[in-house]
């Protein structure tokens, strides 16, 4: 199987990792299985949506949500933004499908 990242980037991660370890207690468990990076910063741009139905201001049906579209600062708080765009989501569905019977 090929690796999922660059020869780079694998290096810089074995390094970082016992390093994290001396910081992070069991960061660096040898019985690890698979280890997942996350930053510790939120996007630094914030894609625009409408503040009643979450839809992007410009892109009609694209749904910004979490950390990756600047609502969020953490998991957390991105499942809960996730959370308000699916309800978000289904309100306009279920408006487009009785707007469709009429």
């Keep these: 199987m090929a690796p999922s990242l660059p020869d780079y980037a694998i290096e810089a991660i074995r390094e970082a990792l016992p390093a994290f370890g001396?910081?992070?207690r069991g960061f660096d468990r040898k019985d690890?299985?698979?280890t997942g990076i996350e930053t510790r910063t939120s996007s630094p741009v914030r894609i625009k949506r409408d503040?009643?139905?979450l839809q992007s201001i410009n892109t009609r049906g694209l749904?910004?949500?979490g950390e990756g579209a600047g609502?969020?600062?953490g998991i957390l708080s991105a499942g809960v933004d996730g959370i308000k765009v699916a309800e978000a989501l289904v309100h306009e569905m279920l408006k487009d499908r009785e707007e469709g019977m009429r």
Excluded: M, Q, S, T
Aim: overall charge positive; cysteine-free.
């Design 22 to 24: 001396k910081k992070i």
């Design 71 to 73: 609502y969020a600062g």
């Design 32 to 34: 690890a299985v698979l």
């Design 63 to 65: 749904y910004p949500a």
């Design 51 to 53: 503040k009643e139905n």
